[in-house]
């Protein structure tokens, strides 16, 4: 899962994208208004944390023009703003959530989860593919009976294999999703974690579900290829 932060706030953009990785988000931050509504409008994120007061482009502008141009990505305001009166203006122009700062990050990640779930067409609270499963609220893999330890980076690359599968997932797609726009490594790692996903997914004697396409990406999908 994809989230930018546009927030000026140096030092709390850091505990944000800190508290968010941890959890397996890929995360861009951005501390400019118009930096930031490049983004939003350019690249495709899962969900848009947004202070209102900017340098350049102010919070509430950069949200007019997402909505005025068909742009459902879930936003969540973060805002020293808490009279009523701002609240509702900011719901009213299109936020999803409203966060008054200070925050807890806490509440923060239990918002982001909860706002995910309940878009229209939002990430469910748990994904499967044959006998290969994911529970998002908790972040337990099983596969079988067996419970599967991953990183961060693990569990987020595997998500997306989940959120896609039968599609052949290119390297660059990858490392868009699991990753962010800072994103500067080799394709090879990206190889090493599919390996290390394939270890862990495999070790009890399970059928390989994690496919190689050569010279494209990888595929999740139930075939003959045996593990090894």
Known sequence: MRVLVIEDE?????????????????VDVSHDGDEGAH???????DAILLDLRLPGRDGLSILRELRAQKKTTPVIILSVRDTVEERVLGLDEGADDYLVKPF????????LRALLRRGKEGPPAALHFA??????LDRKVMRG???VRLTAKEFALLEFLLRNPGRVLTRASIAEHVWSLDFHGQSNVIDVLVRE???????HGGSRLIHTVRGVGYVLREGEEPAG
């Open 10 to 26: 140096k030092k709390l953009a850091g505990f944000i994208r800190r508290a968010l990785r941890e959890e397996g988000y890929a």
């Open 197 to 203: 996903l394939r270890a862990k997914t495999e070790t």
């Open 104 to 111: 807890s990050l806490d509440e923060l990640r239990a918002r």
């Open 39 to 45: 983004y939003a409008l350019t690249t495709n994120f």
């Open 131 to 136: 006998d290969l499963s994911m529970n998002l």
């Open 145 to 147: 009976n067996h419970r």
